[in-house]
């Protein structure tokens, strides 16, 4: 369930810009998750990270690398930039 919640918010963020405008605005890790489960979402970040391997056809290793070094906010805010991108 909560994968699918988190492919559900993917899909939201590649296809609705301003929502994703509005939660680039928030800064801190705990506040953007509050803020994204009272839309709705529930989901942990390793279903995040899941999901948008699944959506963007990338491997668990090709997904570390891009994400190695960085924290748990950082992963947050670059899968949300990585797909309002696509």
Known sequence: MSQESARFFLERARNDKKFVRHLEGIDSPD??????????YDFTLEDLK??????????????????GGMTDWDVLRETLALAAKS
Do not use: K, P, Q, T
């Not at 506040?31 to 709705?40: F, Q």
């Open 31 to 40: 506040a953007l998750m509050e803020n994204i489960r009272s839309l709705g």
């Open 50 to 67: 899941c999901a948008f391997v699944a959506l963007s056809n990338l491997s668990e290793e090709e997904l570390s690398s891009v994400s």
